[in-house]
């Protein structure tokens, strides 16, 4: 299983971020000038010397869902290992 996961940022460029290089996932939210409602995006903040973040249009639910899945594959796939 990949620790890479594909996103899309708010700008609509596609992106593949490393799981193990997320720190922070959080909900949030701009106001659309255009049609003056607000839209949702998700902020990352990734590993590294200096802050790097990105802005992804995913849901904050479908980027948590994908690192969830991701650590219970991962310990699956290694108690799996260690039994053998």
Known sequence: MTPFIQLTLTDGTPCFISILQIVLVEPRKFRNTEGGRDSAYTYLV??????????VADSYD???????C???NKDFVRREQ???
Not at 46 to 55: F, S, V
Not at 62 to 68: E, Q, T, Y
Request: without cysteine; positive net charge.
């Open 70 to 72: 991701y650590h219970k």
């Open 82 to 84: 260690l039994s053998r």
């Open 62 to 68: 479908s980027v948590m869902n994908a690192i969830i």
């Open 46 to 55: 990734l590993a590294g010397g200096e802050t790097i973040t990105r802005n």
